[in-house]
């Protein structure tokens, strides 16, 4: 499996502050929590592939009492503060057991894509069941497959990021995907509809190094998704009840909708 490393250094520039506002996303959360959960005491959530916890720490700010997930030892490694450590684990969202239950689930950004097959969201599902409390909710998001089919056919985006110390040296992140052949050799097919292929950024990093020359780092990170039908029997059949969608831009959910949040109750 794919995952993020050097690419970790421009993460949270790219992905969260050029786009759009944290604020709106978990504001949006919050709502969709004090909305669907009917609980008066502190709520607890557990945030599985939380990355670089930027939501975790601001729901903590809001009263939450919140846990974090995710495989990369690289975020571990930013929980240097004992209260965060305290609070976070490494662990795959496929295959975990935490020992307690939580009010709310939450994958957030489309994490949940980072699954590649059909049958590795089917574990998640299951290890999510497992460690919500009866009534639970679980939030997630994802890259719908209209906006990995827009991003394959034309898309290539550059950032700039200047060096701290002299404005004149910069590194260039240069980011495009690809569609991408399964080997389906060695998977179980569990379903006729099970895709084929799957989606592949590419990230060009060109580092600027002290004698004024560049280094080039190569990341790959893959990524899937499946149609909302499909996604809602699966979750039907782990006994979650959909209870909300939205489209994260624009609410109403359609085909040409590219990020689209579930909101679910363990029944
Ligand atoms: C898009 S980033 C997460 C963003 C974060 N949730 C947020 O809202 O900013 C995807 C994260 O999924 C994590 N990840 C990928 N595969 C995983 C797995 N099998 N188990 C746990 N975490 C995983 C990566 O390490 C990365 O931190």
């Known amino acids: 499996m794919s995952s993020y490393h050097f690419f970790t250094n421009y993460y949270d520039h790219i992905v969260r502050w050029t786009g759009y506002s944290l604020k709106d996303e978990v504001d949006m959360i919050d709502e969709f929590i004090k909305e669907y959960l009917d609980k008066d005491e502190k709520v607890s959530i557990l945030e599985v592939a939380c990355w670089t916890w930027v939501v975790a720490r601001e729901l903590l700010k809001r009263w939450y009492d919140i846990v974090w997930i995710d495989i990369s030892e690289d975020m571990l490694q930013k929980a240097i503060d004992n209260i965060w450590r305290s609070r976070c684990e490494l662990a795959d969202m496929r295959d975990f057991n935490l020992n307690r239950n939580f009010d709310v689930v939450l994958c957030n950004y489309n994490s949940i894509c980072h699954l590649i097959s059909l049958k590795d969201w089917r574990k ?3 290890q999510v069941y497992n460690h919500l409390n009866e009534w639970g909710i679980f939030i997630f998001d994802i890259n719908t497959v209209y906006e990995f089919e827009s991003i394959t056919r034309d898309f290539k985006q550059f950032f700039t990021f200047k060096d701290v ?11 495009e995907m690809f569609k991408k ?3 389906m050799n060695n998977d179980i097919i569990l379903s006729q509809k099970e895709k084929e292929y799957y989606y592949e950024w590419l990230i060009k990093m060109f580092v600027h190094a002290d004698d004024g020359r560049y280094d080039l780092v190569i990341e790959t990170i893959a990524e899937n998704s499946f149609e909302i039908s499909e996604i809602k029997k699966e979750l039907e059949s782990f006994w979650f009840k959909l209870l909300h969608l939205e489209d994260f831009h624009r609410w109403h959910v359609d085909e040409e909708s590219e990020r689209v949040y579930f909101v679910t109750r363990k029944v």
Do not use: G, I
């Not at 110390?165 to 980011?175: G, K, Q, W």
């Open 124 to 126: 998640f599902f299951l």
């Open 165 to 175: 110390d002299n404005d004149s040296r910069e590194d260039v992140v240069c980011l």
């Open 181 to 183: 052949e399964r080997n």
